[in-house]
């Protein structure tokens, strides 16, 4: 099934259902070991021009087709996923170095995801509406309101999440009636490409699904402003998203941006247990997570015993390569990693205390621990995408909640305290698109809504929330003559 994407390591986009070159390419190096993992088509504009028109001409019969033959296809997919697991795997331990452990659970989640697509869709539903709820109208007149697809879904993914990340908004599209054109992440493309050639030999028609690959600042522009694209569904960073968002004009979009999502823990919280939640929470993949713990608010009372808690397991994180299936493994590339060191250094300079970690081989950096960070300091605010986590000491609840809600971003916060009405009163003041008591920031399960508000995003994801996103309300009024 992979045969047809590559040749000699050189991977090539679906076009119309066959696999195609372009005359540049791009080299995907391994944040591993710098070695080659195969190239991607540059595309150039004309070539995406021709692509956006074929996923516009193919898409009005995908759509008539019955949404319960569309949902066999999808189901197809997800099995041929779970079968190819340990290939893909692999390849994205080499091409984003992310653990073994996650690379499965990325993939199983993912088909998981596409089951859960292809069941949802089946309960597409419209309603019909009698115009006399509205004063002054009579019984006579009937809306019929049904759910259209958008048309020509553009899905542009980060490079954290190469598999789930796509696939999380291919396959609501593909169920909701559209075309769909994947641009991946550069890095992470090689990985992206595999699960298009799944949605392809599931039997996505030609055309149907297409892929695009180049440089988002070489061709992102073009892609966002084509007049035939019908809705744009992105993650990434705030950056990218708010360029993309200040240019695209009219058209619907997901935006699922970055974040700097708090752990607040209270003085009556089970330290020992928010501890672990919290170390994990900020360090899995190395901190590259938009729902990353990116600071701890601590209330000062307790605020030795849960650094103890924290340091105890940082000690456990395994430090190398993804194959050895480490929890901090290289990121993405050196300039990550020089930016974690801007941080470091930034907040060394003010006087934050460093407890752990300021070590570094190339992109390979150490869990790194500050206590004292003030909001002075970059620290407090910026995201690192990396295993660098501040301690902010608070005086009290107040002071958490004002500080959780100083920053641009509003993703996730976490509560942790024994006490509900504490946290749901928590809860109820926190600028977020979702609140966690007791538990991590995490955008799963699937099926629950997620987003983000200020500069983390727009919209919402979540398997039913992105389908709704991705069709409209079309509406038949019959007048019935007396
Ligand atoms: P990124 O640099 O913003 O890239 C995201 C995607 O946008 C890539 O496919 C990129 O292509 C493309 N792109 C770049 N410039 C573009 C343009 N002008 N027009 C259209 N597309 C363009 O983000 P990343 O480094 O991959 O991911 C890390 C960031 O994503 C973090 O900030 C993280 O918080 C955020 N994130 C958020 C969520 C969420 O759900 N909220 C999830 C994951 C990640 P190239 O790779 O070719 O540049
Ligand atoms: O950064 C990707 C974002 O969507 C988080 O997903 O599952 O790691 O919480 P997750």
């Not at 009005?60 to 087709?65: D, G, L, V």
């Not at 595999?194 to 600042?217: D, S």
């Amino acid at each position: 099934m992979f045969n047809s994407i590559v040749k000699d390591k050189n991977y090539k986009n679906l076009f119309n259902g066959d696999w195609v070159t372009s005359n540049n390419t791009i080299d995907i190096i391994s944040p591993v070991d710098n070695s080659l993992v195969g190239t991607i088509p540059a595309m150039s504009k004309d070539e995406a021009n021709i692509v956006i028109q074929n996923s516009k001409a193919s898409q009005k019969n995908w759509a008539n087709m019955a949404i319960s033959s569309r949902a066999e296809v999808l189901h197809k997919a997800a099995a041929l996923l779970d079968e190819n697991v340990d290939y893909l795997s692999q390849l994205m331990q080499v091409e984003i170095a992310k653990d073994k452990h996650s690379c499965i659970a990325e993939i199983k989640r993912t088909a998981d995801f596409i089951r859960f697509t292809a069941d949802a869709g089946k309960h597409l539903e419209g309603e019909t509406i009698g115009a006399d709820n509205f004063p002054g109208f009579k019984k006579n007149k009937i809306s019929f309101v049904t759910k259209v697809p958008v048309g020509v879904v553009l899905a542009i993914s980060p490079f954290n999440y190469p598999i789930n990340l796509s696939a999380s908004k291919i396959a609501p599209a593909l169920i909701g009636g559209n075309s769909v054109i994947l641009k991946p992440s550069t890095q992470g493309a090689i990985s992206a490409l595999h699960l298009v050639a799944i949605f392809h030999e599931a039997g996505v028609p030609h055309g149907v699904i297409n892929t695009i690959t180049g440089r988002g600042c070489e061709i992102g522009d073009y892609l966002v402003t084509h007049n035939d694209i019908d809705f744009i569904n992105f993650t990434g960073s705030t950056q990218v998203g708010k360029h993309i968002a200040v240019i695209a004009g009219m058209v619907p979009m997901i935006m699922e941006l970055g974040g700097k999502d708090a752990a607040i823990v209270l003085c009556d919280a089970d330290i020992e247990s928010a501890g672990r939640d919290i170390v994990t929470g900020a360090f899995s993949y190395s901190g590259q997570r938009c729902t990353a713990v990116k600071r701890v608010l601590v209330i000062n009372d307790v605020a030795d015993s849960l650094i103890y808690e924290l340091m105890k397991n940082i000690k456990l994180l395994k430090i190398g390569n993804p194959e050895d299936d480490c929890d901090i493994t290289p990121l993405i590339d050196n300039k990550a990693a020089d930016y974690v060191q801007e941080l470091i250094d930034d907040a060394l300079g003010h006087g934050a205390t460093l407890l752990c970690g300021n070590k570094r081989n190339a992109n390979l950096f150490y869990p790194t621990l500050f206590d004292n960070v003030t909001t002075d300091m970059r620290l407090a605010w910026e995201e690192p995408f990396g295993p660098l986590l501040p301690v902010i000491r608070v005086k009290n609840i107040k002071e958490a909640i004002d500080i959780a809600n100083r920053s641009v971003y509003g993703l996730q916060t976490s509560v942790y305290t024994k006490n509900i009405d504490d946290a749901f009163n928590i809860a109820n003041k926190l600028e977020v698109g979702t609140v966690q008591i007791n538990n991590k920031p995490e955008r799963g399960p699937d099926h629950f809504p997620f987003s983000g508000t200020k500069s983390s995003g727009m919209g919402t994801q979540g398997i039913r929330y992105s389908i709704e996103a991705m069709t409209r309300l079309k509406s038949t009024v019959l007048l019935i003559n007396p």
